[in-house]
């Protein structure tokens, strides 16, 4: 069984620019899950989303948002990006909103 | 408000040797409780959850957790450890319903480290 893939591994970027994150989730798991862990921050909640729709959303500013597609992927977006959204982005799935989240290695984002 | 703290940011402790990741949590709702494992460039590794039933749960690599409710605790300890369980551990708290909806909080981590 193939684990959450995300995509690409590395993304560096400039302030000002957009970035867009890909998951895939581990088959037959309809909800995803955005974090972003930052040094010395731990994981904070970006995003849920569960059957297309966006269930919840942590304290972020709405320039991260996202979606997810009918074959339950899902992609993260960052406009306007800044030098402190520099951080390792990691996404989950499950097969249920409170069933243990499986995570995938992360996209690292830099932000030149 | 809801959130999770891991008390100890650095763990030393040397091959062999017992040891506990404590993790403290505030909640005025119902929750879930997981310990996950983090190696250098990966993601993270379920090691164990609580859901409900028995306070201890016993998960990989000879983990084991115990939810005290009264205590809002749940730490994590292993009798023995190894070389191979220097990595970077994350309590995890899902609190269910209430206004704001499910909601997720990890804690901010646990460097352990084993030392030869």
């Known amino acids: 069984e193939a684990g959450v893939t995300q995509s690409p591994t590395h993304l560096i970027k400039t302030r000002g620019q957009h970035a867009t994150l890909r998951c895939s989730p581990i088959?037959?798991?309809?909800?995803v899950y955005w974090y972003q862990q930052a040094l010395g921050l731990g994981l904070q909640f970006l995003l849920w989303?569960?059957?297309?729709?966006?269930?919840n959303r942590g304290n972020f500013p709405p320039r991260f948002s996202g979606r997810q597609f009918p074959n339950y992927s899902s992609e993260l977006n960052v406009n306007a990006l800044e030098l402190e959204d520099s951080a390792l982005y990691l996404c989950?799935?499950?097969?249920?909103?409170?069933?243990?989240?499986?995570f995938g290695d992360g996209t690292r984002l830099s932000i030149l | 408000a809801q959130s999770v703290t891991q008390l100890d940011s650095q763990v030393p402790v040397f091959e062999e040797a017992p040891v506990e990741l404590r993790c403290n949590y505030s909640?005025?709702?119902?929750?879930?409780l997981f310990w996950y494992v983090q190696y250098p460039n990966q993601g993270l590794q379920l090691l164990l959850k609580?859901?409900?039933?028995?306070?201890l749960v016993k998960g990989i690599n000879g983990f084991e957790a115990e939810f005290n409710k009264s205590q809002t605790s749940f730490h994590l300890r292993k009798p023995s450890v190894h070389i191979s369980d220097t990595a970077e551990y994350f309590c995890?708290?899902?609190?269910?319903?209430?206004?704001?909806?499910?909601?997720?909080?990890f804690g901010t981590g646990t460097s352990l480290t084993v030392i030869p």
């Open positions: 989950a799935s499950s097969q249920g909103a409170v069933q243990p989240q499986h």
């Open positions: 088959s037959g798991h309809t909800s």
């Open positions: 989303y569960d059957e297309g729709e966006e269930r």
């Open positions: 909640s005025s709702v119902s929750v879930y």
């Open positions: 609580y859901l409900s039933g028995s306070t």
């Open positions: 995890a708290v899902i609190t269910l319903g209430g206004n704001t909806g499910n909601q997720f909080y």
